[in-house]
């Protein structure tokens, strides 16, 4: 079964600091992993994707994340936080392969990122 | 680009009426979801398609109906509603990219539904 975890509900960092919001995964076959921004009253905003190759990926915003397959983790970072970057956060998980997942999302439950000036 | 729409934006109802919320989507993408978000519960699954005639029940299916007549279009029925089902309801598209993996999916701004 196919299952994401983010670890913690909250995350508080000073502005300028450098942020990481967790997110491991359980999925059978390749995993393709996505992060997702939600800001308040607002849809979903991608961020970033794995699918393959190189385990950093750069996204938006200046927003990271490295692909760990031996800890099965997908961790989102950024360098410098800002204080626009205070949303809710969400890592999803999609697996190959045919049948019953086909093309579906599983998300975590969500990590909410305050920066604070 | 529109992208995903969604309407209504906002709903109340009353226990036990019924209503439908549209999703439509200008990317001619082959996957569409409906999912609902509740505090402390991330978004669960309630019911995808994965093309124009076809649908299939996510993680949470009871008490919603869909239909996907044409392709854009993913409709979300709820045919008694009750208190339980108040939540933020999302749309969402996506498609499968080179060597069949499926890319990010793109989200509609959520409706707003309360049952009281």
């Known amino acids: 079964a196919q299952s994401v975890a983010q670890p913690e509900d909250q995350v508080n960092v000073a502005e300028g600091n450098p942020l990481t919001v967790k997110c491991t995964y359980s999925?059978?076959?390749?995993?393709?992993l996505f992060w997702y921004v939600q800001y308040p009253n607002r849809g979903l905003q991608f961020l970033l994707k794995?699918?393959?190759?190189?385990?950093l990926v750069k996204g938006s915003y200046g927003f990271e994340a490295e692909f760990n397959k031996s800890q099965t983790s997908f961790h989102l970072k950024k360098p410098s936080a800002l204080v626009s970057d205070s949303a809710l956060y969400f890592c999803?998980?999609?697996?190959?392969?045919?049948?019953?997942?086909?093309?579906?999302?599983?998300f975590g439950r969500g990590t909410q990122l305050t920066v604070w000036p | 680009n529109a992208g995903v729409t969604q309407t209504p934006k906002f709903r109340v109802l009353k226990t036990g009426q019924s209503m439908t919320l549209l999703c439509a989507q200008d990317?001619?993408?082959?996957?569409m979801y409906w999912y609902r978000q509740d505090p402390g519960m991330g978004l669960r699954l309630i019911h995808y398609?994965?093309?124009?005639?076809?649908?299939a029940k996510g993680e949470v299916p009871d008490g919603y109906n869909v239909s996907r007549l044409k392709k854009q279009n993913f409709l979300l029925g709820l045919e008694s509603a009750a208190p339980s089902q108040t939540s933020v309801y999302f749309c969402?598209?996506?498609?499968?990219?080179?060597?069949?993996?499926?890319?990010?999916?793109?989200f509609g701004q959520g409706t707003r539904l309360t049952v009281v």
């Open positions: 969402a598209s996506s498609y499968s990219g080179q060597g069949g993996f499926y890319t990010e999916a793109f």
């Open positions: 999925v059978s076959g390749n995993p393709y």
């Open positions: 794995y699918i393959t190759g190189d385990n």
């Open positions: 999803a998980v999609s697996a190959s392969g045919r049948g019953s997942t086909l093309g579906r999302l599983y």
């Open positions: 990317m001619n993408h082959e996957y």
């Open positions: 398609s994965v093309g124009e005639g076809t649908t």
